[in-house]
């Protein structure tokens, strides 16, 4: 029996139609990934705590923190929980000014009244915000030292 035109035809449809679905599904899972890396590339956010501490003294507190930005996004702002009474800021690696960098270590440096005395231990909450409106949350727990008084004259002998 010989195929008829229209059986011809219409297989070859077909078979044009598969191929042209093949490439595209091909096409689309090749460059998929492409486009991940060029575009869609999350920000890596990374912050983490160098160093802690907390320092009881005769005429104040000191907290001291150091966060390391790792990430690929600038810090924009941090809040602490604090007691009333306490004033911080914060200094960059060489600078005098709030951080707006990344890959940096930001020194926070906090006064006022901590703790009660030396060996308490003073619990708080350090958000960082980023640039990407990602926050970062750490959790910081701190056992108060004594090193005398800070901020008072010393006494010639």
């Not at 907390?54 to 809040?79: C, F, M, Q, R």
Request: proline content about 3%; glycine content about 6%.
């Amino acid at each position: 029996m010989i195929p008829r035109k229209e059986d011809l035809a219409s297989s070859h449809k077909l078979l044009i139609l598969i191929i042209v679905l093949l490439v595209a599904i091909i096409g689309l899972l090749l460059i998929q990934p492409l486009l991940y890396l060029l575009n869609e590339q999350p920000d890596k956010t990374f912050t983490s705590i160098e160093y802690v501490d907390l320092i009881k003294g005769e005429n104040g507190d000191l907290l001291i923190i150091h966060l390391k930005n790792s990430g690929d996004a600038p810090i924009s702002k941090y809040t602490l929980t604090l007691s009333t009474n306490i004033k911080c800021k914060s200094e960059e690696e060489g600078t005098f000014t709030n951080s707006t960098k990344y890959r940096k270590t930001l020194r926070i440096i906090c006064t006022g009244d901590f703790v009660n005395q030396s060996g308490d231990i003073w619990n708080g909450t350090l958000i960082v915000f980023l640039m990407n409106n990602r926050t970062e949350t750490h959790i910081l727990s701190v056992k108060a030292r004594n090193i005398g008084c800070l901020g008072c004259p010393k006494l010639a002998r």
